[in-house]
């Protein structure tokens, strides 16, 4: 469903968001790590479904316009633009929320990758 080029990528920013999910576990300030994870999966997911550039612009702007949306899967992108705002201006003290926030983006990042990538 969608090329090598771009299912390359998408897998590797869900395997690499899933590291750093690992290593802010052990990390003395883990919140940088916790948000480029999320940041990381929701990259992924832009590259599953195309060109990642003009789905953030597209997404960043109804974020922005606070626009309602009807189709599922860009009201989904624009929910994940919304955690990962909130989540940027928690405190440093908001670690277990901002990891739990995390989690649930990965997860769903991960399942929309996963449906995507499948070989033909």
Known sequence: MIDDFRKGWALRYIREAEDEMKASRKAAKPLYLILDAAR????????????????????????????????????????????????????????EEAFNDAAEIIKIASGIVKLLAVED
């Open 40 to 95: 990381k999966a929701q990259t992924a997911v832009y590259y599953s479904l195309g060109d990642p550039l003009y789905i953030e612009g597209l997404v960043q702007e109804i974020y922005e316009d606070g626009r309602n949306v009807e189709n599922p899967i860009l009201r989904c992108l624009v929910e994940i633009e919304d955690t990962l705002q909130r989540m940027e201006s928690l405190p440093d003290s908001a670690d």
